[in-house]
């Protein structure tokens, strides 16, 4: 699971699956790393990185956006929690909140903007 270091939300959302992830099946990437290597992550850079969530299944398959916390809640036995975010009716309001989201959280948390911090990276690819 790919997740931004640097959002206090983040870390947050983090270490809370850390502390329920008892059998390890979640393993954490943080894309502010300095060693983060996006070759090594299907080929997701910082600046898709931080446009949404990112996570990769054990066989590679890449899972984004809600269904990355579908999955993860799923893991340390919550799933009940994000199973209404798949649910038709609610499916498609919840992916809109959390487009939302994803589109102005660094706004929201009074952060930099993304040309910033990935002026500061020096290696925002577009894409």
Known sequence: ??????CFFCRREVAFLRRRDRHGRIFFV???SADYEPAAYAGINYRQAMGRMHALQPNGEL???LAVFREAYQLIG????YAPTSWPLLAPLAD???QFWAHQ???????PSLER???CRGDCSTG
């Open 1 to 6: 699971m790919l997740f931004d270091g640097g």
């Open 30 to 32: 943080d894309i502010n």
């Open 63 to 65: 899972v984004t956006d």
């Open 78 to 81: 919550l799933g009940w929690l």
């Open 96 to 98: 809109r909140v959390y």
């Open 105 to 111: 959280r660094l706004r929201l948390t009074g952060r």
């Open 117 to 119: 911090l990935c002026n």
